[in-house]
C-alpha cells in the first residue's frame, strides 16, 4: 500500500491502521519489509484489502495504491510457512 499526495512519504502509521484491520480479519499474515503477505480464502483477503483502502480513505487520504501478487494451488495445501521451510530444508542439505 502507498499514498499519494501528501506532505509526507512515511507509511508507518498507515501501515499500523492496515495491520490492526489484517490481525482483526483472522486471516494468516506476515508484516516484512517490503509488505505483508495475507493468506486465506481469495474472498476473505480481497475483502479485508477493500476494507484496508476503505479506512486509508476515512482518515483522509485521496489516494491510495495495493501492489497485489496473488498466487493458488489446488494439488496440495501449502502455506506460507511450508514455502520457507521448503527452501530451508534445501539450504541445509546442499551445504
Known sequence: ???IGTSSPSVSK???EVQRLIEKSGLTFHMHSAGTTIEGPWDKVLTVIGQAHTV???KGLV???SDIRVGSRIDKKETMESKVASVQQILTKNK
Open 56 to 58: 486509508l480513505h476515512e
Open 63 to 65: 489516494r491510495v495504491h
Open 14 to 16: 498507515e501501515v499500523a
Open 1 to 3: 500500500m502507498g499514498k
